[in-house]
């Protein structure tokens, strides 16, 4: 099956601009999750989805950062006017609902803000 | 709380011998812990899991322990290789939501 997608596979921005990064998650998956892993950390979770819904937004660092999936299935990540803080590798995942279903993650996009 | 502690930040082995990484968990509905290596460039991959009722799980030189009354659970790589040289990630799932909590990392050296 095809793994995870997402796109760009990079950027770099000046501070204050915006970006949007895109996920496809694997076909069947119906929780998706939003990571931002600054480098040689370990993922930290920004938002979670199951379908449509939200599950957990809590971790969105301000209201610069949203995340939707208005339909179930791809994604979307934007930061608005973005900071030097931001330069991370941002890392979409998926799994199916389930008891021992781990999050498949995809290739990532690397984000730089200079 | 919902955190998850992993040790050591750094490892380094020598070749053909073990190596041990160990994380902790505060939440007690965890009930499910998988493993992911990071090599440079690229994204976690899911090495091994085991889930809360089991105590030990091996596949492939990998063996996974899980101590629910310590809330610990560890990773052993027999026989290094400077392949297994990388990140590796730690995780907890708990049982009231699917929320995934990730450790900082260990970062594995393998000498020869």
């Known amino acids: 099956e095809a793994g995870v997608t997402q796109s760009p596979r990079y950027a770099v921005l000046q501070e204050g601009q915006a970006v949007s990064f895109w996920c496809d998650p694997i076909?069947?998956?119906?929780?998706l999750y939003w990571y931002q892993q600054p480098r040689d950390q370990g993922p930290q979770l920004l938002v979670y989805?199951?379908?449509?819904?939200?599950?957990?937004n809590s971790q969105l660092p301000s209201d610069r950062f949203s995340a939707v999936r208005p339909k179930g299935t791809n994604s979307t990540l934007k930061i608005q006017s973005a900071k030097q803080g931001d330069t991370a590798t941002y890392l979409c995942?998926?799994?199916?609902?389930?008891?021992?279903?781990?999050?498949?993650f995809g290739e990532g996009t690397r984000l730089s803000v200079l | 709380g919902e955190q998850v502690e992993q040790l050591p930040s750094i490892l380094r082995v020598q070749e053909g011998s073990s190596a041990s990484i160990n994380c902790t968990y505060e939440?007690?509905?965890?009930?499910?812990f998988p493993w992911y290596k990071q090599e440079p460039g690229e994204n976690p991959k899911l090495i091994i899991d085991?889930?809360?009722?089991?105590e030990r799980k091996q596949t492939q030189g990998l063996i996974v322990l899980l101590d629910k009354k310590a809330k610990r659970f560890s990773l052993h790589i027999t026989d290094t290789q400077p392949g297994d040289s990388a990140m590796y990630f730690c995780?907890?799932?708990?049982?009231?939501?699917?929320?995934?909590?990730f450790g900082k990392g260990t970062h594995l050296h393998v000498l020869p």
């Open positions: 989805f199951r379908d449509e819904a939200v599950i957990d």
């Open positions: 995942a998926s799994s199916r609902t389930g008891y021992n279903q781990a999050p498949l």
């Open positions: 085991i889930r809360s009722n089991m």
């Open positions: 995780a907890a799932r708990s049982t009231n939501a699917y929320k995934v909590i």
């Open positions: 076909s069947g998956h119906d929780t």
């Open positions: 939440n007690s509905a965890s009930n499910y």
